[in-house]
T-cell receptor, first 113, second 111 residues
Framework: DTGVSQNPRHKITKRGQNVTFRCDPI?????LYWYRQTLGQGPEFLTY????????KSRLLSDRFSAERPKGSFSTLEIQRTEQGDSAMYLC???????????FGAGTRLSVL | EDKVVQSPLSLVVHEGDTVTLNCSYE??????LLWYKQEKKAPTFLFML????IEKKSGRLSSILDKKELSSILNITATQTGDSAIYLC???????????FGQGTRLTINP
């Protein structure tokens, strides 16, 4: 069990650029979640997948954000036309079928200059 | 709107002290309450509480849920510098899969 893996760990980009993050969940976990955490705050829910189906999206997820999990394994989160307000830690978590405990990755820290 | 509030937001104590961290919640349909420890990396799972009044314990850490008072506490006894971290409380809402987090308590243990 290698845990939830996220890449890259850090991303610095210029305003207006597109960025993509990857999350590899714990093997055989069918549920995958994305959260965003800003300094001094707890994580905020963005979206949730069960297998390849995206079942829930927060209103925080504007039309510049898109997430996919094409084969029900890894997931990507893309942010188009980044803004300075997108600077945050993006956390991914996974949980097994029927389980309520979400296991988190180390996150991708995004800095938009 | 579902809400989780933690207190204090920050706490500084000396090694060996005992600390109590608080979490209160207002949610539409409560399912479970979870505690996580966050250092400079992934939040790591500590406890999940579903039933009121049953204490969960792991070494020097323990936690209990009070569904009447809509709250939970996390106790750490004989604190060590390695306990320094942000402690996050989150509630899982019935019918949804998302965790609603509090702001976290930043705990600093001085030697």
């Amino acid at each position: 069990d290698t845990g939830v893996s996220q890449n890259p760990r850090h991303k610095i980009t210029k305003r207006g650029q597109n960025v993509t993050f990857r999350c590899d969940p714990i093997s055989e976990h069918n549920r995958l979640y994305w959260y965003r955490q800003t300094l001094g705050q707890g994580p905020e829910f963005l979206t949730y997948f069960q297998n390849e189906a995206q079942l829930e999206k927060s209103r925080l997820l504007s039309d510049r954000f898109s997430a996919e999990r094409p084969k029900g394994s890894f997931s990507t989160l893309e942010i188009q036309r980044t803004e300075q307000g997108d600077s945050a830690m993006y956390l991914c978590a996974s949980s097994p079928r029927g389980g309520n405990i979400q296991y988190f990755g180390a996150g991708t820290r995004l800095s938009v200059l | 709107e579902d809400k989780v509030v933690q207190s204090p937001l920050s706490l500084v104590v000396h090694e060996g002290d005992t600390v109590t961290l608080n979490c209160s919640y207002e949610v539409t349909n409560f399912r479970s309450l979870l505690w996580y420890k966050q250092e400079k990396k992934a939040p790591t799972f500590l406890f999940m509480l579903t039933s009121s009044g049953i204490e969960k314990k792991s070494g020097r850490l323990s936690s209990i849920l009070d569904k009447k008072e809509l709250s939970s506490i996390l106790n750490i006894t004989a604190t060590q510098t390695g306990d320094s971290a942000i402690y996050l409380c989150a509630v899982l809402v019935q019918g949804a899969q998302k965790l609603v987090f509090g702001q976290g308590t930043r705990l600093t243990i001085n030697p």
